[in-house]
């Protein structure tokens, strides 16, 4: 496993992504998923299966301090007593005492991004949360809710096709790193045949090249999200080999600015 160094805690580079991976199925991919070797593991209070993840997780037999878990905050919970009230509820539910990372699943134009931002430092200080971080913020939100609180990572879409090299700037000047959601771009990435090319050198298929292209990038985590175990397998089988700088930057030169996939209507104007 590859590590991410930040603010003095390590965050494994490789992580399962659970969005609608829900109840018994869950819990069982999320056991799975540990058994196999991932150590960091992505919900939300959104995606109504953080019970499902801590049961998975207790399932798995690992100590709760050998896993990295991360959950959000949903953007109509960010006033201060609601977005504390929703952090308790989500420990209750996954059963944990702290979550490695809690982040702001997204920004709200209707509420001033310290109020939120105070209210996690708060957690933080509690001992509740580790780090602290936002997900679906711009380049200037970036800017703006570092100079307020330590915010630890940006969780963003991101994947061959959509260029991040604004926000990996952006992100390393304050000393964050990027969680890349969609990384494998929802499985888009397995008929391109630039990355198919340079999968055949190294017999590994498409996703695996995607993957590891993410997390040979200086302060990047990936968090791709299988429902087959086969599939959760493979997308872990990425620390047998090193892409080449030319390699990385031959998909890295795929990216674009039209390539996103996920643009729902509360969805922030991308500045980059
Ligand atoms: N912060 C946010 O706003 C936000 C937004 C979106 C997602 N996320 C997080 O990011 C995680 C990942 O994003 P995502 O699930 O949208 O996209 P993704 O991980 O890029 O792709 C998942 C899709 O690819 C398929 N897949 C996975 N591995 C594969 C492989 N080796 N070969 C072929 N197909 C494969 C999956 O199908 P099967 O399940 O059938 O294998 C699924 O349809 C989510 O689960 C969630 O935790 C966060």
Not at 92 to 118: F, G, Q, S
Not at 191 to 207: M, Q, R, S, V, W
Not at 218 to 223: D, K, P, T
Not at 245 to 258: K, V
Request: aromatic share 8%.
């Amino acid at each position: 496993m590859i590590h991410i160094n930040i603010k003095e805690k390590e965050v494994p580079a490789l992580g399962f992504g659970t969005y609608k991976l829900k109840d018994k199925i869950g819990a069982e991919a999320v056991s799975d998923a540990i058994a196999i070797g991932y150590r960091h593991i992505d919900t939300a209070e959104a995606y109504d299966n953080e019970e499902a993840v801590g049961q998975g997780i207790r399932d798995s037999g690992v100590a709760r301090d050998e896993l990295f878990v991360t959950t959000k905050i949903w953007y109509d919970h960010l006033k201060h007593d609601a977005l504390i009230k929703a952090a308790e509820t989500s420990l209750k539910k996954l059963r944990t005492d702290y979550v490695d990372l809690l982040l702001i699943h997204w920004p709200n134009k209707d509420v001033a991004m310290k109020e939120p931002l105070e209210a996690l430092t708060e957690l933080m200080q509690q001992g509740k949360v580790k780090l602290i971080g936002v997900s679906n913020f711009t380049c200037e939100m970036v800017d703006k809710a570092a100079a307020l609180a330590p915010v630890a990572c940006n969780q963003v879409e991101y994947h061959p096709f959509l260029s991040q090299q604004e926000m990996l700037k952006t992100i390393r000047g304050n000393d964050m790193f990027l969680t890349a959601y969609c990384p494998i771009a929802k499985g888009k990435v397995l008929d391109h045949e630039t990355i198919k090319d340079i999968g055949a050198k190294y017999k590994k298929n498409a996703a695996q090249i995607t993957l590891r292209w993410h997390v040979q990038q200086q302060h990047v985590a990936a968090i791709p999200k299988s429902s087959s175990a086969e599939r959760r397998r493979e997308n872990f089988e990425i620390f047998d080999f090193e892409l080449t700088q030319q390699e990385m930057q031959a998909i890295t030169a795929l990216g674009s600015p039209e390539g996103r996939l996920v643009d729902p209507s509360w969805a922030p104007t991308w500045d980059c």
